[in-house]
Each structure stands twice: as structure tokens, then as C-alpha cells.
């Protein structure tokens, strides 16, 4: 079945520093990718997706490519703020039309602490 | 534009009581409604889905159940209380667009505490 992976937790980081958080998927076909964040007490909201391979995703500072070739989703920002600080999770849809029933699979979530 | 609504917000609950927590979408109609739990400010579980009024599919056997009694509300209950239900319960939405689902949008959940 469907799979997502993320890199362990928690990462700590000072403010300004660079971010990447890994995502890697098993799917067959072509899913759709998105990345989550959920900040402390909160539901989650969607940061960015990707529908089709070499597409790159993109809000608030973030990016991450769709890489087909290497079945991954990296989370990246350049220079990140405490307000980042949150728990951000990596989620795929299988894209099998009404079969999936829009159910997706989420990655464990990994946690992002930023320090002043 | 599209909303989506649950409450209560927080409740606490003896061992034993029923539960009754709600979700309302505004904005869409005919959407998939999801539940899930997390523990532990982590992991998503998924425990309930529905694709329409009166139809609910199980992920996981439980002591909860779902219904959805019309089409944009979605309700989770349970008849007595364990402390193992203890969480944060999450409501989700998606709607099919150009035959195909894609992201899910989240309430803003329900924190349980059964003691």
C-alpha cells in the first residue's frame, strides 16, 4: 500500500538557518503530494502541494519539487522564524479518482522548534 | 468560500459518559467528511470516512461511531467513555474536483480529556 516517510524529530533550529525537513513516498501511479502544518493547539492547514512530477510547490517561504524519480517531497525555507515553529506533516493522494475516496496518507509529522 | 466548524473546542469527560462532538461544512456541497485522532500532538489516525448522507466507512475498530445525519454535518460518538479515547479529534473535507480528490481541509478540532 501507499507509504509517506519523514525524517525523525524534533529539529531545532536557530532563527535565520535553513530548513529541510525529507518526505519519501511509495505510491503506484501518480499521487498528488502535499505538506501540512499544524501549530501548537491548531488543526491542520495545507502549506503547499503538487499534482504532477517537477512541480514545485510554494507559500509562506517554503518550497518543496515533486521528484518522481527519487519518489520525494523535501520541505525547504531559506531562512526560517520562530513562528515557524510548528509540527509539519507530509501527506499523498493517490490520485485513483473517486476509487481513493480522498483519503490520504500522512507521513508521522515532524516537529520544527525555532530559537531566537 | 469554504468553512468548516467543530465543537466543542475542549471537553472533559468521565469514564464511562457519552460523547457527542460535531463538525459543520459551510460553503461545499456533497464533500467527503473525515475524522481522525491524534495522540500525542502527533500521528493523524484516520477513524471514520463518509461519502454521503447516511454512509460511513470504518478504518478502525473502536468504541466510537460516526453518522451523518445531513449533508454537511458529521458527527462522532460514543455510547461510555474509555480513557484510551482520550485526544485530539480532527473533522476533514474534500470535495471531487475534475474526477479526482486531492487535499483535505481541516476543522480547527476538539480536544477530549476523559478521566
Known amino acids: 500500500g501507499d507509504s509517506v516517510t519523514q525524517m525523525e524529530g524534533p529539529v531545532t533550529l536557530s532563527e535565520e538557518a535553513f530548513l529541510t525537513i525529507n518526505c519519501t513516498y511509495t505510491?503506484?501511479?501518480?499521487?498528488?503530494l502535499f505538506w501540512y502544518v499544524q501549530y501548537p493547539g491548531e488543526g491542520l492547514q495545507l502549506l503547499l502541494k503538487?499534482?504532477?512530477?517537477?512541480d514545485k510547490g510554494s507559500n509562506k517561504g517554503f518550497e518543496a519539487t515533486y521528484r518522481k524519480e527519487t519518489t520525494s517531497f523535501h520541505l525547504e525555507k531559506g531562512s526560517v522564524q520562530v513562528s515557524d515553529s510548528a509540527v509539519y506533516f507530509c501527506a499523498l493522494s493517490p490520485n485513483a479518482g473517486g476509487t481513493s475516496y480522498g483519503k490520504l496518507t500522512f507521513g508521522q509529522g515532524t516537529i520544527l522548534t525555532v530559537h531566537p | 468560500s469554504q468553512t468548516i466548524h467543530q465543537w466543542p473546542a475542549t471537553l472533559v469527560q468521565p469514564v464511562g459518559s457519552p460523547l457527542s462532538l460535531e463538525c459543520t461544512v459551510e460553503?461545499?456541497?456533497?464533500?467527503?467528511l473525515y475524522w481522525y485522532r491524534q495522540a500525542a500532538g502527533r500521528g493523524l489516525q484516520l477513524l471514520f470516512y463518509s461519502v454521503g448522507i447516511g454512509q460511513i466507512s470504518s478504518e478502525v475498530p473502536q468504541n466510537l461511531s460516526a453518522s451523518r445525519p445531513q449533508d454537511r454535518q458529521f458527527i462522532l460518538s460514543s455510547k461510555k467513555l474509555l480513557l484510551s479515547d482520550s485526544g485530539f479529534y480532527l473533522c476533514?473535507?474534500?470535495?471531487?474536483?475534475?474526477?479526482?480528490?486531492?487535499?483535505?481541509?481541516f476543522g480547527p478540532g476538539t480536544r477530549l480529556t476523559v478521566l
Open positions: 503538487a499534482t504532477k512530477a517537477d
Open positions: 476533514a473535507w474534500s470535495a471531487l474536483v475534475l474526477g479526482s480528490y486531492n487535499e483535505q481541509f
Open positions: 460553503g461545499t456541497s456533497n464533500p467527503n
Open positions: 505510491a503506484t501511479g501518480y499521487p498528488s
